[in-house]
């Protein structure tokens, strides 16, 4: 049972992002940070981060920055 799925990757202030949605519509964000391998690693996004990327994202929550 998977409680998230990855939809896609933005870019945002020169940074990549996943876009994670949950099984009840939710979304959320996972900085992508790749090491000296070329691996990638998902990082929380800062709170300020957040924010933005969901006015972004979702234009009816009423929050503009």
Do not use: C, W
Request: hydrophobic share 40%; net charge positive.
């Amino acid at each position: 049972m998977k409680i998230y799925r990855r939809a896609y990757k933005i870019n945002y202030n020169n940074s990549l992002f996943q876009v994670i949605i949950r099984n009840d519509k939710s979304i959320g964000f996972l900085k992508i940070d790749i090491d000296q391998n070329g691996e990638e690693q998902f990082i929380m996004p800062s709170a300020q981060e957040f924010l933005h990327l969901s006015s972004v994202i979702n234009t009816n929550n009423g929050i503009k920055f």
